[in-house]
């Protein structure tokens, strides 16, 4: 069984920064990829970025630019750094993992963008 806990949400204004983490722990796993996901209040839940073990990263096309995802496979843990944050990147944001051909989610963690 793999835990994710997730931290580094919370509330900031429009242009602003944040950055959210994932550590991953449990017994005698290993990871494959790792992504971030968000779903806002009445919307689907969607990809905003993953990354591979060897680093390949991809983006949704909202968030190029303004997003990087990055992983420390020694800590088993990935990042989302977030820049110019807009109103519309407001929801929970979830951290996933492909580990042994599961995928297991944190428990989200909230963004608010105010205008």
């Known amino acids: 069984q793999v835990q994710l806990v997730e931290s580094g949400g919370g509330l900031v204004q429009a242009g602003g920064s944040l950055r959210l983490s994932c550590a991953a722990s449990g017994n005698r796993f290993s990871i494959n990829n790792m992504a971030w996901y968000r779903q806002a209040p009445g919307k689907q839940r969607e990809l905003v970025a993953a990354?591979?073990?060897?680093?390949?990263?991809n983006y949704a096309d909202s968030v190029k630019g303004r997003f990087t995802i990055s992983r420390d496979n020694a800590k088993n843990a990935v990042y989302l750094q977030m820049n110019s944050l807009k109103p519309e990147d407001t929801a929970v944001y979830y951290c996933n993992i492909i580990s042994r051909g599961r995928g297991y989610w944190g428990q989200g963690t909230q963004v608010t963008v105010s205008s």
């Open positions: 990354i591979t073990t060897a680093g390949t990263t």
